[in-house]
């Protein structure tokens, strides 16, 4: 959804609608939509500076990356950007510190849908869990250790250092 910004009415424009996005398009490669995305946006120019704030809420599955079963992960986020044309960054002969928090349209236009994703894939955790406390799979058995009592009892593997435990025995 192209916005052309040389058409956004004095007043602004409102944009509330559902984003179907495929599962491709996420930097997290085991997530399922269980709804469509859902934004409500505003945006409002004020000379060249374009305003884009809103909210994404979605309903996703992941995999907890330690027991690997899909949990559910709702999105309920935030975002305020500030955008201006890229003619003035290419004017600039280097990048600066503020110039990092900066955003750019290029052709007069801003692709919502590409904001939308964007914050959406932000809200994304390093490391999906699907509980703090999950234990993750027992390295004996390969139990899920939250669905059984598993009394399994995780030895150590020998090292690379056990040869030189195995000196230090010889010399006592």
Do not use: W
């Amino acid at each position: 959804m192209q916005i052309d910004v040389d058409r956004i009415p004095k007043e602004g424009l409102k944009i509330r609608r559902d984003f179907d996005f495929p599962s491709l398009e996420l930097v997290e490669e085991c997530v399922v939509f269980l709804q469509p995305v859902h934004a409500d946006v505003a945006v409002d120019k004020i000379g060249e500076e374009v305003r884009v704030k809103g909210r994404v809420t979605a309903h996703l599955s992941f995999v907890c990356s330690r027991c690997l079963t899909p949990f559910e992960f709702p999105v309920d986020s935030r975002f305020d950007l500030v955008f201006l044309p890229e003619e003035l960054h290419e004017l600039k002969d280097g990048l600066g510190e503020e110039d990092l928090d900066q955003l750019f349209y290029k052709d007069r236009e801003i692709d919502i849908r590409e904001v939308i994703l964007e914050q959406l894939n932000l809200t994304f955790p390093a490391k999906p869990l699907c509980s703090e406390g999950c234990e993750g799979i027992c390295a004996v058995c390969g139990q899920i250790r939250r669905d059984s009592h598993c009394a399994c009892l995780a030895q150590e593997p020998e090292g690379r250092l056990s040869q030189l435990k195995n000196l230090l025995k010889d010399k006592r």
